[in-house]
T-cell receptor
Framework: DTEVTQTPKHLVMGMTNKKSLKCEQH?????MYWYKQKAKKPPELMFV???????INESVPSRFSPECPNSSLLNLHLHALQPEDSALYLC???????????????FGPGTRLTVT | AQTVTQSQPEMSVQEAETVTLSCTYD???????LFWYKQPPSRQMILVIR??????QNATENRFSVNFQKAAKSFSLKISDSQLGDAAMYFC????????????FGKGTKLTVNP
């Protein structure tokens, strides 16, 4: 099973709203990722959690707040977003780096976010 | 910093024919991993194939194969017997073997399959 699930599939929110995106995997992966993807562009890395600890923050604005409650779950809390934050938000997971091997990332279907 | 270049923004192929998508990368590292991901319109990004730089043998997954030229820093994807379901955006990606969690993506190639 190589499934990464994300909820919701679509989200429309106003600039003053607070919402959360959720990601879940049950593959025993130890690394989880948030990406932002604009139309016809490659994904841009936002955050990486490795063994439930934030290991990479790609200078993302504080209106995006990640959370990793346990090894299977990853949340992205959203507050006071701007219209330019409208995008597809992808979650991914991987076994991470172990014994010198770098494992591939498996992506979820994404959440299509529209900020009005 | 590593970079990945996909020089073909768009490609098209006739159903049942073969197409090759190009990818070059720039790195000073000797050990790394390369990937091709496929993203159909409004659908999930899927791993197509991976290649470890220390392996000389080119990776193959069914109708998908790569031509990995380490000295030339080239990693092209060949799709044989193209099917309508192969239509998608294809991204080439690089990952260092130094423990970095980052994937460096190319800008993508949009593949159209004509019936």
């Amino acid at each position: 099973d190589t499934e990464v699930t994300q909820t919701p599939k679509h989200l429309v929110m106003g600039m003053t709203n607070k919402k959360s995106l959720k990601c879940e995997q049950h593959m025993g992966h130890r690394a989880m990722y948030w990406y932002k993807q604009k139309a016809k562009k490659p994904p841009e890395l936002m955050f990486v959690y490795s063994y439930e600890k934030l290991s990479i923050n790609e200078s993302v604005p504080s209106r995006f707040s990640p959370e990793c409650p346990n090894s299977s779950l990853l949340n992205l809390h959203l507050h006071a977003l701007q219209p330019e934050d409208s995008a597809l938000y992808l979650c991914a997971s991987s076994q991470g780096n172990w014994r010198g091997r770098s494992y591939e990332q498996y992506f979820g279907p994404g959440t299509r976010l529209t900020v009005t | 910093a590593q970079t990945v270049t996909q020089s073909q923004p768009e490609m098209s192929v006739q159903e049942a024919e073969t197409v090759t998508l190009s990818c070059t990368y720039d790195t000073s590292e000797s050990d790394y991993y390369l990937f091709w991901y496929k993203q159909p319109p409004s659908r999930q990004m899927i791993l197509v194939i991976r290649q470890e730089a220390y392996k000389q043998q080119n990776a193959t997954e069914n109708r998908f194969s790569v031509n990995f030229q380490k000295a030339a820093k080239s990693f092209s994807l060949k799709i044989s017997d193209s099917q309508l379901g192969d239509a998608a955006m294809y991204f080439c990606a690089y990952r260092s073997a130094d423990g970095s969690e980052k994937l460096v993506f190319g800008k993508g190639t949009k593949l159209t399959v004509n019936p």
